[in-house]
């Protein structure tokens, strides 16, 4: 009933009728043809609206202003419907979307239907979230950053010529890059820093980090970095902390970007490196085995790095993993310096980093039978990882105001 007084409303209004003529977007002038109807789904069930109809011979485009006022130009869905897709969207599977918006809002919107749109709003994000950088302060005399990727599976036309990690050199997945930024000025029961509640924000996508000498400007994935930084201060805060795992790109475009910041390899990392290769020695669940991986990560917490590095030696020359972790800890002993952080108040292995990657980004994009086109990808990670941040009431706000103008 509601549904059907709005509709009568909207139709019994006859305002959008601007004239014979009125303004192109191409900047000539459009002339009016008759009234037209369209069905549109609302949060109130399906309405058919009767809108005036103009068309532009210069450009060949015709439009209806009443659609541009409502926020319906180009699109099937009430903005309230859209941002009912955008949610379901940003954190479950696309039939599970549309599930969700028939069980619990009456609303009925198909599996495709909420993937087009919610890929569409997850454009529009990926776009702001590139030319829309609203600097903050810093919000604590700490900053964390994080840096990390993980494979998302892609389509195999996404694939081609790509090597990758299977045993004929072939890829299964694209990888995904991501930037957190993060306080930890709460301490837990042993005083140790501990993850602010609700300071986490992530920012990722499909991008490279690889740079040229020659180049000029950053790399993709350093300038979504920078971005990131930038809207949380990151750079005005009085200490810097940025975590990571031990690669050698991460650590790279730290330094060029980021280069009084102090540099920490995540401890839990790091000591999972150290269990592999216990396994890969003495075999997995066997006691020597954790006897070995229990000595080095005690060996770790105390910054006996010299100690790791004799024990490594000696298994480097037949073991294989060993010897790739010998190279990881001499690359990276610098950064595992963990008696002296913790004496400074510094967190070494929050785990934000590592949870970032499988919340921003595991438990949307990589469940089974999943596989995305990159374009795809990209836009559903745009929308959770606005969501997660909590910017997106923000970025209805900036989307509204556009479209009211």
Not at 20 to 43: D, H, I, N
């Amino acid at each position: 009933m509601a549904g059907r007084a709005i509709e009568q409303r909207f139709n019994a209004d006859q305002s959008d009728y601007a004239g014979a003529t009125t303004a192109c977007a191409c900047g000539q002038l459009a002339r009016y043809v008759e009234r037209r109807g369209k069905t549109f789904q609302s949060v109130l069930g399906r309405l058919t609206l009767d809108r005036a109809y103009y068309h532009c011979g210069a450009c060949g485009r015709g439009f209806c202003p009443r659609d541009r006022a409502l926020g319906l130009e180009d699109s099937g869905l009430t903005p309230g419907v859209l941002r009912m897709v955008g949610q379901v969207g940003a954190v479950v599977s696309f039939e599970e979307g549309h599930e969700l918006l028939r069980e619990l809002a009456g609303v009925e919107v198909s599996a495709k239907q909420v993937e087009r749109y919610a890929e569409a709003l997850g454009q529009e994000i990926a776009a702001a979230e590139r030319s829309v950088i609203e600097a903050e302060p810093a919000s604590a005399p700490t900053m964390y950053l994080g840096i990390d990727g993980t494979g998302v599976p892609v389509r195999k036309q996404e694939l081609i010529n790509r090597p990758g990690k299977q045993p004929d050199g072939s890829a299964k997945t694209r990888e995904v890059k991501l930037v957190t930024v993060w306080t930890a000025e709460t301490r837990d029961k042993e005083g140790q820093p501990t993850r602010d509640a609700g300071s986490v924000t992530y920012s990722a996508a499909i991008e490279s980090a690889a740079t040229h000498d020659t180049d000029t400007v950053p790399a993709e994935f350093a300038a979504r970095v920078l971005r990131e930084a930038a809207r949380r201060g990151f750079d005005q805060a009085a200490r810097r902390a940025v975590l990571a795992d031990g690669a050698l790109w991460i650590w790279n475009l730290v330094e060029e970007h980021f280069p009084g910041a102090t540099q920490i390899v995540d401890l839990y990392h790091a000591k999972g490196h150290l269990w592999d290769v216990a396994k890969a020695i003495y075999g997995a669940g066997s006691d020597l085995a954790e006897q070995w991986a229990k000595q080095r990560r005690d060996d770790l917490d105390a910054g006996k790095i010299d100690d790791i590095l004799a024990a490594l030696t000696l298994h480097a020359n037949t073991n294989d993993e060993a010897r790739k972790c010998l190279d990881y800890v001499t690359r990276n002993r610098h950064r595992m310096r963990y008696p002296e952080f913790r004496s400074q108040g510094l967190s070494v292995g929050s785990g934000v980093v590592e949870a970032g990657c499988k919340t921003a980004i595991g438990v949307r994009c990589k469940r089974a039978g999943m596989h995305w086109t990159v374009a795809g990808a990209d836009a559903i990670i745009a929308l959770r990882c606005c969501k997660l941040s909590g910017r997106f009431e923000d970025f209805w706000e900036r989307r509204s105001a556009a479209v009211g103008q």
